[in-house]
């Protein structure tokens, strides 16, 4: 699984974006988080999670970019290509954190 993060703002708060490729599903997945400072997320400070729409055709990456348009997130160019290219080449095991204003950082990974 390819997981692609940034944080941004949403609505006027901090969100959390994680976009990437399933490789067992061969599908892409999308998942919004309201940030919190302390403690773990809860089913509260989730926006929206792709898993709660089946019935949209997570195999294109079409369905993530509409997604995102109809959230009202506007995330970078490189996020969207980096998700698409995960799927053209199959790429699991990798997380990388996008920024706004700086090159993505890619952070290892345990392969067991």
């Known amino acids: 699984m390819s997981r692609h993060h940034i944080r941004l703002m949403h609505q006027g708060q901090p969100v959390l974006v994680v976009a990437g490729y399933d490789l067992p599903l ?3 997945f999308l998942q919004v988080f309201l940030c919190q400072e302390s403690g773990p997320a809860g089913d ?3 926006v929206y999670d792709s898993l709660h729409e089946p019935a949209l055709d997570w195999t294109v990456i079409g369905t993530l970019t509409d997604k995102l ?3 009202g997130i506007c995330v970078p160019e490189k996020l969207i290509e980096a998700v698409y290219l995960d799927q053209r080449f ?3 095991n ?3 954190w996008h920024h706004a204003d700086q090159a ?3 952070l290892p990974t345990n392969r067991a």
Request: glycine share 6%.
């Open 90 to 92: 199959t790429t699991g």
């Open 26 to 28: 061969h599908e892409l």
């Open 94 to 96: 990798i997380v990388v």
């Open 104 to 106: 993505p950082e890619v």
């Open 44 to 46: 509260d400070d989730i």
């Open 69 to 71: 348009t109809a959230l």
